[in-house]
Every structure is written in C-alpha cells, then in structure tokens.
C-alpha cells in the first residue's frame, strides 16, 4: 500500500495495480506509466506517496538522475503544490514541481502560484490510423522513405518477440550502438548509458500481452527495435524505439508496422512521449504530424506576489 504524505515508499513492481488505478482516471501522461515509472527507475530512487488522494511521485530526472516532485490528480491542487514545494525546500531539491497535469492546473487558482507551461515535456498523440496508411500530401516524405526501404530491403521482416530474451538484448544494444556510433546528436553519453538499463529493467522484469517488443530484421540481423504497450481508452504509448541510421527508411517501416497492429487491435491514438527538449527529436516528432499534445506544467512559488 502507498503511504500517506510525508511518508513515502520505493517504487515496486507490486505498486503496479495501485498506481495504475490513480492513472486510469486521466489522459495517459507518460511521466506517471508505471512502465515508464519503473523501467526509468535505473537508480532505485524513485518514491511514491499520497497527499489529498493525489499520486506524488519524487522523480529521478530521464537525463541527469536530479530528484524532482511531481503529482497526479486534482484533488486540492492549490493545497498539495503547496505542501509539496515546501517539502522540496526542506530536502534540498529543487522547489519546483515538474509534470504537472492539465487537470490540476485548471483548479489552480492561488496567486502565490507560478504556472509555466513545460512544453519540452509535451506528450506526442498520434493519429494511428493515419500512421498506418501514410495516405495523403502531408506523409509523401514518409511514404517515399518507407517505399525506398521496402525496394531496397524485400527481405525485411518485421516481427513481435518476447520479453526476458537476453540474446535479444544483447542484438537491441547492438541497434543502439549503431545508432549512437552513425547520428550527431545534442546528448551526453552517460544519457545513453541510462537509456540501457532501462530498456534491461523493462525486458528482464515485466510482462503480459500488453507490452510489445516488436523488431525489424534483414538477413537475420536486427536493425531496429520498438517497445510499446497498449493502454486503455483506445491509447497504446511508445516506451523505446531506436534503428540503425544506415538503412535509409528504417524509421518509417518500423512506425509503420506497428501502426498496423496497434490498429489491428483497436488502438486509435499513440503517445510518442515527450521530446526533452531535444531539438532533432522534436523535428523528426514534429514530421509525423502529431494531432494532439498531451500538456503538462511547471509550478513554483510566484516570489512576485
């Protein structure tokens, strides 16, 4: 059971049923996926909490493992962001809390309250649909790539593996490598190092048909992977996804694909999770055309009021 505020507990894969139903209640904000929650969780620092029915959940952050509060709820948010960003000033984090819904923020009205939006932390919702087909003047570049890589690769295959297989993940580091080794990109190498073990954590401890790890193969070898997970309200989320740059197209096969299945299972929307900020990322995000985005928000003690 999860504590009531002040007190917190360490994230366990036992928390998974409670915190799923807290989620279950709101748009899937990727922050607050419990795959997400626990794969990221590469330190075993994560807490989670209660404070007026709300989720708080004390973050390692994705890129530099800095601890940060963050709630999910409505429940007297005025009062909990409070409580909470005093609590972050007597532990010596950062008074600012991160990830905040929209749902909350349209309860807040307090004028000692600064609220920002947090647009590097932006949820990408896809249409699946459209993804599946590519159909139609805004996807020409997407359909050509994707076309090129089919003619060029007629032996490529794409297909759903399961999870625990080290060997697996042993070829899945191996895409990274090359993805790492082939594309410049505005990120530290530790950050990389971060994204591997999560990606371990996830394959070697959860489960269940809802979970995806999908991969594209040519001549046996594996170029490019995905780990998605189907969500309820007709939502799936992407957790991972990497591809040898080498194979011009990979991306947009890989998309593809899965698009297919995830339509093939009644899923309407995809949350590509958030961009961080990272300008390359946003681009190729952005290309896609994303019909929605999932807000969140920054709140802090307004020191002008």
Request: glycine share 2%.
């Amino acid at each position: 059971m999860i504590p009531t505020f002040p007190n917190f507990k360490k994230l366990e894969l036992s928390d998974k049923k409670e915190i799923e139903e807290f989620t279950s209640k709101f748009p899937p904000y990727s922050d607050f996926n419990f795959t997400s929650l626990w794969s990221w969780d590469t330190n075993s620092e994560r807490m989670i909490s209660i404070l007026n029915a709300n989720l708080v959940i004390l973050f390692t952050d994705y890129e530099n493992e800095e601890k940060l509060l963050s709630f999910l709820g409505n429940n007297k948010p005025e009062d909990t962001a409070i409580e909470l960003i005093n609590y972050a000033k007597s532990i010596n984090i950062l008074p600012v809390l991160r990830f905040i819904s929209e749902e909350a923020i349209k309860n807040l009205k307090n004028s000692n309250l600064l609220i920002e939006e947090d647009r590097d932390n932006f949820d990408y919702v896809y249409d699946v649909s459209e993804l599946s087909n590519l159909s139609g003047v805004k996807f020409k570049e997407k359909r050509h790539s994707f076309n090129k890589f089919s003619r060029e690769h007629p032996n490529a295959f794409w297909e759903l593996k399961e999870l625990g297989n080290q060997e697996l993940y042993n070829q899945i580091i191996y895409v990274i490598n090359a993805w790492e080794d082939k594309k410049k990109i505005d990120k530290k190498t530790s950050d990389f190092e971060y994204e591997k073990i999560a990606i371990n954590k996830l394959i070697k401890t959860l489960e269940g048909d809802k979970i995806i790890l999908s991969c594209v193969s040519v001549q046996d070898k594996v170029i490019g992977f995905s780990i998605d997970e189907i969500l309820s309200d007709n939502y799936a989320i992407s957790h991972f996804i990497k591809a040898d740059n080498s194979y011009i197209g990979i991306y947009e096969f890989l998309n593809k694909k899965i698009s297919e299945y995830l339509k093939d299972n009644g899923v309407l929307f995809w949350n590509w999770e958030q961009d961080l900020g990272i300008e390359s990322l946003r681009r190729s995000k952005t290309s896609y055309r994303p019909i929605n985005f999932i807000k969140k928000y920054k709140i802090s003690l307004d020191l002008l009021n």
